[in-house]
């Protein structure tokens, strides 16, 4: 029989990094790693908010740090990384890429798109994940993880929403390169593609969010947080220490791949 205990203890002495965690799907990251015994830590451009993630990492028993970061910026991430890895004893186990810009991207034809907010969605969803691995980079021991956050939308060609639907297909290119070159390290970097999911920015998006797509998938429900962190904890245990380079869609099955 598995022990029941053994999940809450699988990250002990591991420390995990989530960037973009004042709440959403961040938030919720850093809180399903506390359970499973990690120490975290957790950065944002909102402070206040990642404090309080800590707080409820505190609250599941787990040690904490947040700090703000701006993803954009080498100096922000390489300060940012520099002081997780000194909170784990001088090593980073799990770089979480999780920050980006989702709700607050304009959706229009791709002839009326501001070519300033092209810039900065690249600049936070595309640049912003390479930023934190060259940064943790000399922090990540053999056996580290990154876990990169792609999206379903790339298979699915999410219409007047260029610039975000290519910034997360460029997650996954840049997956794939970090993977062979990390690699030689003994360190796996993997990408998820969630589908649609129930977070707060979600809601923020349209009025009734728990029904929309959810008669084009397998699973006939919504996507709930938990159904996302259940593969970012598989892709940072042991279990997945021979996967690397991959792209794991999380959408209930509504995209076949």
């Known amino acids: 029989m598995p022990d029941p205990g053994a999940a809450r203890t699988e990250g002990a ?4 990094f989530v960037t973009g965690a004042a709440g959403g799907l961040g938030r919720s990251f850093a809180v399903g790693f506390a359970q499973r015994g990690y120490q975290v830590a957790v950065a944002d451009l909102n402070s206040e908010g990642a404090a309080e993630t800590a707080e409820l990492v505190r ?3 787990a040690r904490a740090w947040s700090g703000a970061v701006d993803v954009t910026d080498p100096v922000s991430a390489t ?7 000194e909170f784990g004893g ?3 186990d799990v770089l979480v890429n999780n920050a980006a810009m989702y709700a607050n991207v304009t959706r229009s034809p791709l002839e009326d798109i501001d070519p300033d907010e092209w810039d900065r969605v690249m600049a936070v969803n595309l640049k912003g994940p390479w930023l934190m691995v060259r940064a943790a980079s000399p922090h990540l021991p053999e056996g580290a993880r990154v876990v990169n956050m792609s999206s379903a939308t790339i298979y699915s060609g999410s219409e007047q929403w260029l610039h975000y639907v290519a910034s997360k297909g460029g997650v996954i290119a ?3 390169v970090m993977a062979k070159e990390l690699g030689r390290r003994g360190i796996t970097v ?8 129930l977070t707060e920015a979600s809601y923020g998006l349209m009025s009734d969010a728990e029904n929309y797509g959810v008669d084009r998938g397998a699973l006939r429900r919504a996507s709930q947080p938990e159904d996302i962190v ?3 904890l598989f892709l940072a245990s ?3 220490s021979f996967i690397s380079g991959q792209t794991i869609v999380v959408d209930g099955g509504r995209q076949f791949i």
């Open 90 to 92: 001088g090593r980073i």
């Open 59 to 61: 609250a599941e028993g």
């Open 230 to 232: 259940g593969a970012a």
């Open 238 to 240: 042991s279990d997945s």
């Open 79 to 85: 300060d940012a990384a520099a002081a997780v890895a």
């Open 13 to 16: 002495g591991r420390t995990v």
């Open 174 to 176: 840049m997956t794939r």
């Open 190 to 197: 993997n990408a998820i593609a969630p589908g649609f999911t």
